[in-house]
């Protein structure tokens, strides 16, 4: 295990890092050599997930219980620490992904909104149009559950639900 304030050089892809995203057991990367690694405190480096196609691997990130999502293009993967691997096909490409703080659900950007995902069970995906303040101190999500429009706008309230 490094001492703190040493420096070490880790070659993890064949090419340029992409992505990166954290939780307090590992460094989870995005690469353009289509994988996705998770590399620990001590330096030890594990391939999650091979991209079939090469693709660029544009984000990436860490989730409860050791849960990991990563995107390719417009298709986004999630895998729970045990568990298979769940893919969603986006209606654009996927700009960005993040984990509720609780459970197996997942907020997908893409072009025109979000889509709420919940990877155990698909049938329950939603797409969300998105707006955000120029603060950047709330975002506003409106979202249709069995037709009901719902909407939020306090950021930090949103991040706790």
Not at 29 to 51: R, W
Request: proline letters at 4%; zero cysteines.
């Amino acid at each position: 295990m490094p001492r703190q304030g040493d420096v070490r050089t880790l070659t993890i892809h064949a090419g340029a890092i992409l992505a990166s995203s954290a939780d307090a057991e590992r460094v989870v990367t995005g690469g353009d050599d289509g994988k996705v690694v998770a590399t620990d405190a001590g330096g030890e480096s594990a391939v999650l997930a091979n991209d079939q196609k090469r693709r660029w691997i544009d984000h990436v990130a860490t989730g409860p219980g050791g849960a990991v999502a990563w995107s390719a293009g417009k298709q986004a993967f999630a895998r729970p620490a045990k568990g298979e691997e769940r893919v969603l096909e986006a209606p654009s490409t996927v700009g960005g992904l993040a984990f509720a703080p609780k459970g197996f659900r997942l907020a997908v950007a893409h072009y025109n909104g979000v889509t709420l995902w919940f990877p155990k069970r698909p049938e329950r995906a939603r797409e969300a149009g998105v707006e955000g303040l120029a603060s950047r101190r709330a975002l506003v999500a409106r979202w249709e559950v069995r037709g009901h429009v719902d909407a939020g706008g306090d950021a930090a309230r949103l991040a706790r639900r």
